[in-house]
């Protein structure tokens, strides 16, 4: 129901994104995945395999931070206005699990996540933090993709 108004705030990333307008449908259909989200979770399928943490999974079980999770629990934040799943719940599904086979250039970012993070009060600010995060992970395991970089 919230499709015709949520798209028009975000349909121009996806040729940012993707640098091809043909794709702009395939990233609409995804509706309530934010389309920065989309393009994320599936560079983490491509670039690692993080054990049980597969792009499949995400999309049909209900494991803590995914896909079905977000469709049973949301809307919900300030008087229920958060739509998106967004970039900050790939950061928790893939990259914080207890036993996770991390990729090299992640190790870091999630120490360095795990010893900062309760130091951030705000919840506004903590999920910026995951994405900052995810995207230097990212950027460090992927350094030649500029999408990927934590530069605004």
Not at 105 to 130: A, I, P, Q
Request: aromatic letters at 14%; hydrophobic letters at 40%.
């Amino acid at each position: 129901m919230k499709h015709d108004a949520l798209w028009p705030k975000v349909g121009w990333l996806t040729t940012f994104l993707m640098d091809d307008q043909g794709r702009k449908s395939d990233f609409e259909r995804l509706i309530p995945i934010h389309p920065c989200a989309a393009y994320l979770a599936a560079t983490i399928s491509r670039q690692f395999s993080l054990a049980q943490r597969t792009l499949f999974r995400f999309l049909k079980q209900a494991d803590r931070g995914s896909f079905p999770v977000l469709l049973h629990e949301h809307p919900k934040g300030d008087g229920g206005d958060r739509f998106w799943y967004t970039a900050d719940a790939l950061w928790d599904y893939f990259f914080l699990g207890d036993s996770l086979e991390l990729p090299h250039g992640f190790r870091d970012v999630v120490n360095y996540y795990r010893s900062h993070t309760n130091s951030l009060t705000d919840e506004d600010e903590r999920r910026v933090f995951k994405v900052i995060m995810l995207l230097l992970g990212l950027s460090k395991e992927t350094p030649n993709v500029k999408r990927l970089r934590p530069t605004r």
